[in-house]
C-alpha cells in the first residue's frame, strides 16, 4: 500500500516571492509521483509527473519538482508566483504496474497575496 | 482534443434515493477510474474499469457500483443514498498501456448533493 503526505496544509506567500510545497510519500514498491491542481469549482489538472528518468521534472505555468528516492520526496516548487497560482495542489502516486489506482495526499492550499 | 466530460455537472437527491453518473473518456482511452472528494476525507479511490472490466477497487460499501461500456464511456451508481455520499464524484482517463507509464486525466467532476 501507499501513502502520502503533505506537511502544510495552507501556504500563504507574497506575489513574486518563491514557493516550496512539501510531498512524502511511503511505499514498499516502485511509484509514479504527480502534482495536480484544483482551482475551485473545478477538477483536477495535472501540473506535472514523475514517471522515470531525470529526478528533475518540469511542468506547465513554471512549476517544477525533485523526485528524491533516499528522502521518498517530491517537493513541488516555482521561483516567482502570481496571483493566478491560487489554488489547491495534491500530490499523488501511482504504483508502477497496470494499476491506476492514485493515492492522493491532503492537498496543500496555496494562497498568493498581493 | 476533446477533454474528460462528466454528467450532469451538479445534482440533488434525497437520503434512500439513487443516482448514476456518467463519464466520457478521452477519445482512445480505455481506462476510467473513479474517485470521490470529500472535504473530510479527501480523495478517494473508487474503481477503475478498462475493457468493461473492473480491475481495481477501493474500499467503500457495495452501495457504489460501477460499469464500462463497448465505447469506454462509463457510469457509476450509488443506492440508497446517505447524507455522507454528498461530494464531488471525479472521473479520471487513461490510455491504459500495459507499463502503467501514462497520465491520468480528469474530468470537472459531478458535484452530488445528497438531503
Known amino acids: 500500500a501507499q501513502s502520502v503526505t503533505q506537511l502544510d496544509s495552507q501556504v500563504p506567500v507574497f506575489e513574486e516571492a518563491p514557493v516550496e510545497l512539501r510531498c512524502n510519500y511511503s511505499?514498499?514498491?516502485?511509484?509514479?509521483l504527480f502534482w495536480y491542481v484544483q482551482y475551485p469549482n473545478q477538477g483536477l489538472q495535472l501540473l506535472l509527473k514523475?514517471?522515470?528518468?531525470?529526478?528533475l521534472v518540469k511542468g506547465i505555468n513554471g512549476f517544477e519538482a525533485e523526485f528524491n528516492k533516499s528522502q521518498t520526496s517530491f517537493h513541488l516548487r516555482k521561483p516567482s508566483v502570481h496571483i493566478s497560482d491560487t489554488a489547491e495542489y495534491f500530490c499523488?502516486?501511482?504504483?508502477?504496474?497496470?494499476?491506476?489506482?492514485?493515492?492522493f495526499g491532503s492537498g496543500t492550499q496555496l494562497t498568493v497575496l498581493p | 482534443k476533446a477533454g474528460v466530460t462528466q454528467t450532469p455537472r451538479y445534482l440533488i437527491k434525497t437520503r434512500g434515493q439513487q443516482v448514476t453518473l456518467s463519464c466520457s473518456p478521452i477519445?482512445?482511452?480505455?481506462?476510467v477510474s473513479w474517485y470521490q472528494q470529500t472535504p473530510g476525507q479527501g480523495l478517494q479511490f473508487l474503481f477503475e474499469?478498462?475493457?468493461?472490466?473492473?480491475?481495481n477497487k477501493g474500499n467503500f460499501p457495495g452501495r457504489f457500483s460501477g460499469r464500462q461500456f463497448s465505447n469506454s464511456r462509463s457510469e457509476m451508481n450509488v443506492s440508497t443514498l446517505e447524507l455522507g455520499d454528498s461530494a464531488l464524484y471525479l472521473c479520471?482517463?487513461?490510455?491504459?498501456?500495459?507499463?502503467?507509464?501514462?497520465?491520468?486525466?480528469f474530468g470537472p467532476g459531478t458535484r452530488l448533493l445528497v438531503l
Open positions: 479520471a482517463s487513461s490510455l491504459g498501456l500495459a507499463g502503467g507509464e501514462e497520465t491520468q486525466y
Open positions: 511505499s514498499s514498491v516502485s511509484v509514479y
Open positions: 514523475y514517471l522515470s528518468g531525470s529526478t
Open positions: 499523488a502516486v501511482r504504483p508502477g504496474g497496470s494499476a491506476r489506482q492514485l493515492t
Open positions: 477519445s482512445g482511452h480505455r481506462s
Open positions: 474499469y478498462f475493457s468493461e472490466t473492473q480491475r
